[in-house]
């Protein structure tokens, strides 16, 4: 995501432009919803958040400060309603235990099936938060301190809980290769 076409595109949500909300999409919609798929492991769920969030940044737009973070804002918005989406599951009683499995982690057209197959069993063998920050900062590009900020855990978790995702999948596929 390119900071300064998306802090423009938000000036102008601010403004009223509806016509943005194409450009919003076309700049955030890929990273979003890669990163709600990998939370919510569901193809429908992780639609209806980017659905929302675009609602959402169209509604909030007048509120945001720029700050040279237009991303990390983003993401935070994607982040509550992944979290919302999540409490709601909690609450009902799913009719088909299948729902929600992850079958694909991303629909990107260059990655063929194996190379969708490695990626899905690499994040599989982390748990939810260390995914939740390999994802954040390998697929999205948020820096470490955004982060810490967006999950609200200290830098030094952050930074920590990376490396050992890092290790620990780099072991997994040396293991893999031999």
């Known amino acids: 995501m390119a900071k300064k076409a998306l802090d423009e595109i938000i000036k102008k949500l601010s403004e009223g432009d509806v ?5 919003l999409y076309e700049e955030v919609s890929r990273e979003v919803y890669a990163y709600s798929l990998s939370v919510l492991k569901s193809r429908p769920d992780a639609e209806d958040v980017l659905h929302d969030l675009m609602l959402e940044v169209f509604r909030s737009a007048q509120d945001y400060k720029s700050c040279g973070k237009p991303a990390a804002w983003v993401m935070g918005i994607a982040r509550n309603l992944c979290l919302m989406k999540l409490r709601e599951r909690r609450r009902e009683i799913p009719s088909d235990p299948t729902e929600g499995v992850f079958s694909d982690i991303t629909a990107e057209p260059s990655l063929n099936a194996e190379d969708r197959a490695v990626i899905k069993s690499c994040l599989d063998l ?3 938060k260390d995914r ?3 994802i954040l900062h390998a697929a999205v590009g948020l820096k470490h301190r955004e982060i810490a900020k967006l999950t609200g855990l200290p830098i030094s978790t952050v930074l920590s809980k990376y490396q050992r995702s890092l290790k620990k999948l780099s072991k997994e596929l040396e293991g893999a290769l031999k």
């Open 126 to 128: 982390l748990d939810g």
């Open 19 to 23: 016509n943005s909300l194409r450009d």
């Open 132 to 134: 939740e920050i390999v």
